[in-house]
């Protein structure tokens, strides 16, 4: 059993930070990629950034040069840092992550509950 349990969300100004985290328990061999989505009320979930297992980034045009993804392997942590915040930003934001449980087994595609960012003054 794999979880993913997102964390970080929250209100802020437009213009501040905040910085999202996902972390995976469970039976874990290896972790492939891990990205960040979100879905903003009425529109459809888009992919926001995501790092692979050898640490390539690769962001949707609105968020590059504002938000950062990283990663920490030993805690099968996902990281979002997002700065200039702006309303249009405002969503709830998933996590996910391709796990392979077992070394035999293909990559899974596993993905947390999401958390709320607003952003508004």
């Known amino acids: 059993q794999v979880h993913l349990v997102e964390s970080g969300g929250g209100l802020v100004q437009p213009g501040g930070s905040l910085r999202l985290s996902c972390a995976a328990s469970?039976?874990?061999?290896?972790?492939?990629?891990m990205g960040w989505h979100r879905q903003a009320p009425g529109k459809q979930r888009e992919w926001v950034a995501g790092?692979?297992?050898?640490?390539?980034?690769n962001y949707v045009d609105s968020v590059k040069g504002r938000f950062t993804i990283s990663k920490d392997n030993a805690k099968n942590t996902v990281y979002l840092q997002m700065n200039s915040l702006k309303p249009e930003d405002a969503a709830v934001y998933y996590c996910?992550?391709?796990?392979?449980?077992?070394?035999?087994?293909?990559?899974?595609?596993?993905w947390g509950q999401g958390t709320q960012v607003t952003v508004s003054s």
């Open positions: 996910s992550a391709a796990i392979r449980i077992r070394p035999d087994d293909p990559y899974d595609d596993y």
């Open positions: 469970g039976t874990i061999f290896s972790t492939n990629y």
């Open positions: 790092i692979s297992s050898g640490d390539f980034t």
